[in-house]
């Protein structure tokens, strides 16, 4: 079964395209085909102005015709697309996605940040891990974190913060945002066993590339408060040329290391693991469930 989902974010729109396998034990195999990434940018319009701008607008209508393309190419035939914190903060969203509609045939969906933190959850990936730990997923996107904590297989909060990447850039997330957001962590985590966090997004995926750490092995507090000082120290220039980011990551590291470093010590997290997930992976992992429940339906 071929899937795909497109995830319309802040800072960049994402199309991820996944064959859906069976595995042993009867389990799914999710394997990525393609993913395609364009840095939309919406972010800068919309914490500015509160709209999107018509040059923006017509490169998120452009993109999803692109989209749709692949999608026909590939022959998928099941697609979930999502838009997150700048569509939701738009005010000219409802007539963009109106547009995409009418010319692509595909509907966007613009999810709440609670929806957003149980998409990254989907994903699952502390299944694969001990059972006796409290992982705490952080997800640091252009204009919000979403966070899903749980403890001995259980879920005990998830909360979206309006504390993201390009907010930061733009001077627009006060200290009362930070306070309620250490408040959450520190009041939710108390008391629970030994906490790992997992991350997810571009930034702490390209954090974990340049550190040249093997798959499954964490990165520490530690590393991330010296990759935070170093980047710190240097102008944007030297970013793009010392470590080859494109200038849309080169921007945003800055901030997402601060939002990742301060999530991890509210929380007494000394590590943090990439497993290289994201929300369209959720969106694919919920799209497949849909169907299969679908399916079992039509089958009784």
């Given at each position: 079964m071929r899937l795909a989902a497109i995830d319309i974010g802040s800072n960049a729109a994402r199309l991820l395209i996944t064959d859906v396998m069976a595995g042993p034990q009867g389990t799914a195999e999710f394997i990525k085909v393609v993913l395609v990434r364009v840095p939309l940018r919406l972010g800068f319009d919309v914490f500015d102005k509160g709209e999107i701008s018509p040059v923006r607008a017509e490169k998120v209508i452009k993109t999803i015709k692109a989209?749709?393309?692949?999608?026909?190419?590939?022959?998928?035939?099941?697609?979930?697309?999502?838009?997150?914190?700048?569509?939701?903060?738009?005010?000219?969203?409802?007539?963009?996605i109106k547009k995409v509609k009418a010319e692509t045939g595909i509907q966007i969906e613009v999810i709440s940040g609670q929806d957003e933190a149980s998409f990254?959850?989907?994903?699952?990936?502390?299944?694969n891990?001990?059972?006796?730990?409290?992982?705490?997923?952080?997800?640091?996107g252009g204009g919000s974190?979403?966070?899903?904590?749980?403890?001995?297989?259980?879920?005990?909060?998830?909360?979206?913060?309006?504390?993201?990447?390009?907010?930061?850039?733009?001077?627009?997330?006060?200290?009362?945002?930070?306070?309620?957001?250490?408040?959450?962590i520190r009041s939710k985590t108390k008391g629970h066993h030994h906490v790992t966090?997992?991350?997810?997004?571009?930034?702490?995926?390209?954090?974990?590339?340049?550190?040249?750490?093997?798959?499954?092995?964490?990165?520490?507090?530690?590393l991330l408060r010296d990759y935070y000082k170093e980047f710190s120290t240097l102008s944007l220039a030297q970013r793009i040329s010392l470590?080859?980011?494109r200038e849309?990551?080169?921007?945003?590291?800055?901030?997402?290391l601060?939002?990742?470093?301060?999530?991890?010590?509210?929380?007494?997290?000394?590590?943090?693991?990439?497993?290289?997930?994201?929300?369209?992976?959720?969106?694919?992992?919920?799209?497949?469930?849909?169907?299969?429940?679908?399916?079992?339906?039509?089958?009784?």
């Open positions: 989209y749709k393309l692949l999608l026909d190419v590939y022959d998928v035939k099941h697609l979930r697309a999502c838009a997150t914190s700048a569509m939701r903060d738009a005010v000219n969203a409802p007539e963009i990254i959850y989907e994903n699952h990936v502390a299944e891990m001990a059972t006796e730990e409290s992982y705490l997923y952080i997800d640091v974190t979403e966070l899903t904590f749980f403890s001995d297989n259980k879920l005990i909060f998830k909360e979206s913060f309006n504390i993201g990447t390009i907010r930061l850039l733009k001077n627009q997330v006060n200290e009362a945002a930070w306070d309620e957001m250490k408040e959450c966090a997992i991350g997810s997004g571009g930034n702490i995926n390209k954090i974990f590339s340049i550190s040249k750490r093997k798959d499954g092995k964490p990165l520490n507090l530690e470590y080859k980011l849309d990551r080169a921007d945003v590291i800055v901030p997402a601060l939002i990742y470093i301060n999530v991890m010590r509210w929380a007494d997290a000394q590590e943090i693991f990439v497993p290289k997930i994201g929300l369209a992976d959720g969106l694919v992992h919920t799209l497949y469930e849909e169907l299969k429940k679908t399916e079992s339906l039509e089958q009784q």
